[in-house]
């Protein structure tokens, strides 16, 4: 859900949104890369990481103003990985799988929206998908 209470739904290359108050849907910016199972936290600053889905290795950032999506840094490498906002406004990823015949990994990366860059972070000790 947007600051605006509009949602952001996103997939392939495709991106709607809805608003509950009128219950209708409309286009908005598509993306560059083909995403399916991404994950797609909302940033302190408004925008949306997607990130992910289905060997997508790239991330894209949606800012609501403009309806436009850009590039950014590639994360870990993985698919299905978690995502959770930090207080601190950074996003963890974590666990996923890679590979063609998916390999579950230990990873964990941070995304800085300051810098628009991922870091790697601490290993999980057991590996994990979702």
Same mark, same amino acid.
């Given at each position: 859900?947007?600051?605006?209470?509009?949602?952001l739904v996103?997939?392939? @290359? /495709?991106a709607?949104? @809805?608003? +509950? *108050? /009128?219950?209708?849907?409309?286009?908005?910016?598509s993306? *560059?890369?083909?995403?399916q $199972?991404?994950? *797609? +936290?909302l940033? +302190?600053?408004?925008?949306? =990481?997607?990130? #992910?889905?289905?060997?997508?290795?790239?991330?894209?950032?949606? $800012?609501?103003?403009?309806?436009?999506?850009?590039a950014?840094?590639e994360?870990c490498g993985?698919d299905?990985?978690? *995502?959770? =906002?930090?207080?601190?406004?950074?996003?963890l990823?974590?666990? #996923?799988t890679?590979?063609?015949?998916?390999?579950? /990994?230990?990873?964990?990366e941070?995304? $800085? +929206?300051?810098?628009?860059?991922w870091a790697? /972070?601490?290993?999980m000790?057991?590996s994990?998908?979702?």
């Amino acid at each position: 859900m947007l600051q605006n209470g509009h949602v952001l739904v996103a997939g392939d @290359y /495709t991106a709607e949104l @809805y608003n +509950p *108050a /009128t219950g209708r849907w409309t286009a908005t910016g598509s993306m *560059a890369n083909f995403h399916q $199972d991404a994950v *797609a +936290p909302l940033l +302190p600053n408004g925008q949306v =990481l997607v990130a #992910g889905g289905n060997t997508v290795r790239l991330s894209e950032l949606y $800012d609501p103003s403009s309806g436009q999506f850009t590039a950014v840094a590639e994360p870990c490498g993985c698919d299905n990985f978690a *995502a959770m =906002l930090l207080g601190t406004g950074k996003v963890l990823v974590a666990g #996923g799988t890679v590979g063609y015949h998916p390999v579950t /990994t230990n990873s964990a990366e941070l995304y $800085d +929206p300051s810098t628009q860059s991922w870091a790697r /972070t601490g290993s999980m000790s057991v590996s994990a998908h979702r």
